[in-house]
Nanobody, 117 residues
């Protein structure tokens, strides 16, 4: 059974930092492209950043220069370091894994990030 478990969310003041973690189990982690998405109330879920199997990264414009995605294949974990947080970053953040060849994808349950002004 595949599980993606996010942690690290919370309440932070504007300008602060948080580090999200997503621990994966039940899959060959290194074979998956991992990503972070977020969804604010009333909004669609949007891609924040992803990291490929070989470590290449890509960021939404809103995340560039402030967020950093990384992975530790030995720990089956993907991270999202978020700096200079803004109130508009408030959302539920979801971890996602996608295997291109198998066409399979998985989601975590989400972790709430709230940035106060």
């Amino acid at each position: 059974q595949v599980q993606l478990v996010e942690s690290g969310g919370g309440l932070v003041q504007a300008g602060g930092s948080l580090r999200l973690s997503c621990a994966a189990s039940g899959l060959t982690f290194g074979d998956y492209r991992m990503a972070w998405y977020r969804q604010a109330p009333g909004n669609q879920r949007e891609l924040v950043a992803f990291i490929t199997r070989d470590g290449s990264t890509n960021y939404a414009d809103s995340a560039k220069g402030r967020f950093s995605i990384s992975r530790d294949n030995a720990k089956n974990t993907v991270y999202l370091q978020m700096n200079s947080l803004k109130p508009e970053d408030t959302a539920v953040y979801y971890c996602s894994g996608y295997h291109r060849d198998l066409g399979s994808g998985y989601w975590g349950q989400g972790t709430q990030v709230t940035v106060s002004s």
